[in-house]
């Protein structure tokens, strides 16, 4: 179902900006860094490489990305 997709995607998104927060904190991440974006940038990448592969296994190699 769509809405357990986007609960799924929001939840992970969550716990990437807690990283990348902690990250910032601990002095990992520069403080300029907006942790939210990076977090919605970074579950974009991973779910758009994710519908490459499932539309065409053979056009892109996973251990490329």
Do not use: Y
Request: with cysteine; net charge positive.
């Amino acid at each position: 179902r769509i809405d357990r997709a986007h609960e799924r995607s929001r939840f992970t998104r969550g716990l990437v900006e807690k990283t990348l927060r902690a990250a910032q904190a601990a002095g990992e991440v520069r403080a300029d860094v907006d942790c939210t974006a990076k977090a919605t940038e970074f579950i974009a990448f991973l779910e758009g490489a994710a519908a490459m592969w499932l539309r065409n296994p053979c056009s892109c190699a996973a251990r490329g990305l």
